[in-house]
């Protein structure tokens, strides 16, 4: 019969012979071994026959007349035990050579596989090292800081770029939590609670968190200005961790700074002579220097009206930088944001008119008067509120609002103008952007109110955002907090 090579078992039935095929060599030692079983067996039922014929013949009483019976048994006795004894030695020098040759071939094979076994997991572990020597040098040769959170915000590893920028070595913070290692300052020095920080809010939010307008601070206690991008690690739609990348952005500051003290000084410079040119059109418009023609007052009324425009691109110029070098003066008072409102629409009534404009204004009357900084926020409402007037048609309409919620105060300016296209939404608080509808209708325009009012809501302590549907109009919202603005000392106010 053929065997297989690997062995099976076959279970027939409880009443059949069960079949254990097995290689040659494994059937060859069962045989013998069975061959050796069968002589010791017939020996011991030999033995026990006898045994028991003799102690029957000795129990007679005539055991004596039995004496040469007893004899022959027992030279039969001594020859099954002669001839069992040269069975087994023979046997014996088959079986046990061949038990040891099959021992040893076992062995050898199980030595071969261990061998085989060992070199493949040495080879793999060579990999492993391989590719983790990789990783490590890859993530050291990153120039930007990268730590990786468990779920729990503990740290399982940061890089050599972010021990050199926080001052601490991985053995040292490995298991910590990482706003323990490095905690984070806003603008004005104040620290950020833990779960509004990027690392914390990703668990939260399941999306990938950026920001660069706070500080880290280092094991030695300074301080640096960094850009962080936070993203979740997720496995099995669960985020189970997050992995953080910063840079130190000091060399950017420095360069913003000086750009914005460039731009400050220029427009400081040009501010002298674009008032001159106002004040000599003025002059001519007047008739000072002698009467004008039709003509001549055209041309002086545009001159007029272009250095008008000059003059409030360089303000708001002006105005940017003082911000961003944050050399602004906040200087909060209880102020009525009813009262406010109505001075800045004052103002803007001439062209309310002009474009034939519905303006309506609901504030709340339980509103409480708010601690902020009334030339600050006015500005706000002026960018916002003559954007809506210049992006709105004629016979359009503005609407102001201001509420309350429990935290809060909240601004709303809606207008029923161009809108602003999709596409183009997110760049719109981008420093001189201007959608591309607003530049169509209304070529006149710096693309700086937006950013402005921006930076100066957060500087407040707010948050300003918008929805827009292109030809349907926009609308825009900043809160300011109930408790008011923190006041800041500074150098400069706006203009």
């Keep these: ?265 220029a427009s400081h410079q040009l501010r002298t002579p674009l008032s001159a040119i106002k004040w000599f059109a003025e002059m001519l418009s007047n008739g000072d220097a002698g009467p004008l023609n039709v003509a001549q007052l055209e041309y002086v009324s545009n001159i007029y009206n272009s250095n008008e425009r000059l003059i409030d691109m360089v303000n708001g110029l002006l105005n940017i930088t003082r911000v961003e070098s944050g050399r602004i003066i906040i200087d909060p008072v209880p102020t009525d944001l009813k009262e406010l409102v109505n001075q800045v629409t004052a103002d803007l009534q001439k062209k309310i008119h002009e474009r034939h404009q519905k303006l309506v204004i609901s504030v709340n009357p339980d509103l409480p008067k708010i601690k902020i900084d009334p030339k600050l926020i006015s500005q706000v409402y002026l960018n916002l509120i003559s954007n809506a007037i210049k992006y709105t048609p004629e016979n359009g309409e503005v609407s102001i609002f201001i509420s309350r919620s429990e935290t809060e105060i909240i601004s709303q300016v809606t207008d029923s103008g161009y809108g602003i296209p999709k596409d183009q939404q997110q760049k719109i608080f981008q420093k001189f952007y201007r959608a591309s509808n607003a530049v169509k209708f209304e070529p006149d325009g710096t693309g700086l109110g937006l950013y402005l009012a921006r930076a100066i809501v957060e500087s407040s302590g707010g948050k300003i955002w918008f929805t827009s549907e292109e030809n349907r109009g926009a609308t825009f919202w900043f809160s300011l907090p109930l408790t008011g603005t923190q006041a800041k000392k500074g150098e400069v106010s706006i203009s």
């Design 1 to 265: 019969m053929r065997f297989p090579k690997k062995p099976r078992v076959f279970f027939l039935s409880r009443k059949y012979l069960i079949i254990i095929p097995m290689p040659i060599k494994n059937q060859l030692f069962l045989a013998l071994a069975a061959v050796a079983f069968i002589p010791t067996l017939l020996f011991v039922l030999s033995i026990y026959f006898h045994v028991r014929q003799e102690t029957d013949l000795i129990s007679r009483p005539d055991a004596y007349q039995n004496l040469p019976r007893l004899t022959r048994i027992n030279e039969q006795l001594n020859q099954y035990l002669v001839f069992s004894g040269l069975v087994s030695l023979c046997l014996t020098a088959v079986i046990v050579p061949l038990t040891s040759w099959s021992i040893s071939s076992k062995i050898s094979t199980l030595d071969k596989k261990y061998r085989d076994q060992t070199f493949k997991m040495s080879g793999i572990i060579d990999e492993e090292k391989r590719k983790e020597a990789k990783d490590q040098a890859l993530l050291n040769s990153i120039g930007e800081g990268i730590v990786v959170t468990d779920k729990n915000g503990n740290i399982e590893l940061i890089n050599q770029a972010a021990e050199n920028m926080v001052g601490w070595k991985m053995s040292e913070v490995v298991g910590r939590k990482w706003y323990e290692i490095a905690p984070l300052l806003d603008e004005m020095g104040a620290p950020i609670p833990s779960e509004k920080r990027a690392t914390q809010r990703v668990f939260l939010e399941g999306k990938t968190i950026s920001n660069a307008k706070y500080y880290y601070v280092r094991r030695d206690k300074s301080v640096f200005p960094v850009a962080t991008t936070a993203a979740p690690v997720i496995l099995g739609g669960k985020t189970i961790g997050v992995i953080a990348v910063f840079r130190d952005i000091t060399h950017e500051k420095d360069v913003d700074k000086a750009k914005s003290e460039f731009v400050s000084l």
